[in-house]
Structures are given as C-alpha cells and as structure tokens.
C-alpha cells in the first residue's frame, strides 16, 4: 500500500494505491483516510480490480490511512509457503500490464528459482519490465533462455535481454545481446501488443543503431 497527499483547490487530493497480494482472498476491503482535522472517509476495494487506486478531497492533508479499521478480516502478514508450480501457474493468471509489483513478489520467492517454465519466466521478465524492475526482468529473462534453448525462445529473451541492459545504460552489454539475438533468429516476429511492439530481424537491426528508449 501507498499514499500521497498533495494541495488542491480548497484543500488536499489524496491518493492511496492498495494492491492485493499473492495470497490475498479477493473480496471488498475497507480503506479508511484520516485526516489531519481528525475528519475520517472510508472507501472499499474493488475485489475484481489487482490494485485499486482509491481517491479522496478533503480540508485537510492525509495523515494515515487504515485497511480494515473495524478488523472484521483475517489480514495475512507471512507469506504462505507455495510449490514452484504453484508460483508458475499464478504468473500465468497475472494480467499482463498493471501488475509488476505482483509479478515482484512471485519472483523474490524463494521457492521461484525451482520453476522450470521457461514461457512463466518469460512472462515475468515482462512484468517485471512493466513495473520498472529491470534488474530482475533481465534475469527472469535470462532463466528463461537457460531453460528452452530452442531459437525461437533464445531469440526473443536475448532481445529483451539487450532491452532491459539498453534501459539500465549498459550499452555495450545490450548490443551484444542484440547481435547474438540475431544468431538465433528464424524469420518469426514477436509480438506484445500490450505494447504496440513488433520485434524480428529489422527491429533488432535497428537497435544495433539506435538504443531502446521508454517513456511510457
């Protein structure tokens, strides 16, 4: 969870982001904003929605907010212990933009290092990249080329290998992601829509020239 309070016309915007965690029972949540005038609004979750970004206007600036104030639920604060399938099958049911710090949790679990999908890794390297993470992103996508090295798939995570390095600054170490990428290329196109992105022989080519720039 996080908050933000910033001034407005006639007082404060507040912002509080609640996300539901891995283990989270999906169901309403009452979010409780209190303010520093001791006024008090409540909000509830939308169990449908992976993270909820919940609004308030008040007189006065956000002072803490409080998720279940009545404790009327069951607040699971350690992590319940899953298999590797388990963690591979819960990337799996991630929606694909919106949910990298999901995607971070699954991938700090101790028990992920056992996951031997290499289309899970791939998929959480994406995430990953989603949420900013691009230090794991890259090594979710280099597990994943570990485990398939069929050319197709070594071929989309080197290129997404040489991403991540181009975003991190790392220039040289993503052009030569990109020239081993096109070792392995087989006249296939990726595409990730989510992005608008098209990613075969030409692009890469182009990356050779240009670096990967990100400003979504």
């Not at 485990?147 to 170490?173: H, T, Y």
């Amino acid at each position: 969870m996080s908050q933000a309070s910033t001034p407005a016309a006639g007082g404060f915007a507040s912002e509080v982001r609640v996300e539901y965690g891995l283990d989270s029972i999906r169901m309403p949540v009452a979010v409780r904003a209190v303010f520093e005038d001791g006024t008090t609004e409540d909000r509830w979750t939308d169990r449908l929605v992976p993270v909820n970004v919940l609004r308030f206007e008040s007189g006065s600036k956000l002072k803490e907010v409080l998720v279940d104030p009545e404790g009327r639920l069951a607040l699971v604060t350690e992590p319940v212990p899953r298999s590797a399938a388990d963690l591979a099958e819960a990337v799996e049911n991630l929606d694909w933009m919106g949910t990298g710090e999901a995607a971070l949790a699954i991938y700090r679990r101790p028990e992920a290092a056992d996951i031997k999908d290499a289309h899970a890794w791939f998929k959480l390297g994406l995430l990953l990249f989603d949420g900013r993470h691009y230090p794991e992103s890259f090594e979710a996508f280099k597990k994943c080329g570990e485990l398939d090295r069929s050319k197709v798939n070594e071929f989309g995570a080197l290129v997404w290998m040489g991403i991540i390095k181009d975003l991190l600054g790392e220039r040289d170490a993503a052009l030569g992601f990109y020239r081993e990428a096109l070792k392995q290329d087989t006249g296939r196109t990726i595409q990730h829509d989510q992005y608008g992105m098209r990613i075969n022989k030409a692009w890469v080519e182009d990356r050779l020239k240009t670096p990967f720039k990100w400003d979504r």
